[in-house]
């Protein structure tokens, strides 16, 4: 597939026919990574209200890390999440490709919040722990934000949590372990990015960008 807009009546079809199927707890969302820019990928979406996500919001940070190229471009299968406002999610992302190149995403995320609540009381009726809460799978964290910026600012205050420090407290070498975290992540493909960073742990735009050339010499 070239692009997504060449098969976008039937990758819609498909996504109404989950969403039918499914329910309103199911929301199948379709991203283009090559005519969209990262701040508006999202071009359908079904159920948007189980994330608060529409048509013109941006990707999440796991699209950011596959377009980076620092993770491998394969599909996610059946991994746990949660939204910002608390709602457990079974999720799926499945990538569309151009031979090795992404260029679009139809993910789907069921929301499994009332299912473990219905299990915890079967669970407390039957003594079964086979209906114990799902954990997360394999520590994967999706973060679904509206506004790219949103989803940035997260992706900053993760990367001070890698560290374990406050800004204040940060030697040089801890910032440069914060921007390769960052970095890693693809945070620094989305416009304006460095700005926030540089502000953020209070080193000039001039000094931030030296700190990810070096990282990215020794990593080549």
Same mark, same amino acid.
């Given at each position: ?17 989950? !969403? ?24 359908? #979406?079904? +159920? ?29 299968? +059946? ?14 992302? #499945? ?47 999706? #973060?679904?934000?509206?506004?790219? +910026? ?59 960008? +030296?700190?990810?050339? !070096? ?6």
């Amino acid at each position: 597939m070239q692009s997504v807009k060449q098969e976008f009546a039937f990758l819609t079809s498909l996504m109404k026919s989950l !969403s039918l199927l499914f329910g309103s707890k199911c929301e199948v969302v379709l991203h283009d990574h090559k005519d969209q820019p990262y701040e508006h990928t999202i071009v359908a #979406i079904e +159920n948007g209200h189980v994330t608060g996500r529409k048509i013109g919001d941006c990707g999440t940070n796991l699209g950011l890390e596959v377009l980076s190229g620092n993770v491998s471009i394969e599909d996610n299968h +059946n991994y746990t999440t949660q939204t910002k406002d608390g709602k457990i999610l079974r999720s799926s992302t #499945i990538y569309i490709r151009d031979d090795d190149k992404v260029i679009g995403s139809l993910c789907i995320n069921f929301d499994i919040s009332d299912l473990i609540l219905a299990g915890k009381a079967l669970n407390s009726l039957c003594q079964n722990p086979l209906l114990s809460e799902p954990s997360a799978n394999n520590g994967v964290q999706e #973060i679904f934000a509206s506004d790219v +910026n949103e989803l940035i600012d997260t992706l900053i205050l993760d990367s001070q949590r890698a560290v374990g420090k406050p800004v204040v407290s940060m030697t040089k070498e801890d910032k440069i372990m914060a921007l390769q975290y960052l970095d890693k992540r693809g945070a620094f493909l989305v416009k304006k990015t460095g700005e926030k960073v540089a502000k953020f742990f209070n080193i000039s735009k001039f000094t931030m960008y +030296n700190y990810l050339e !070096s990282l990215r010499t020794q990593a080549d």
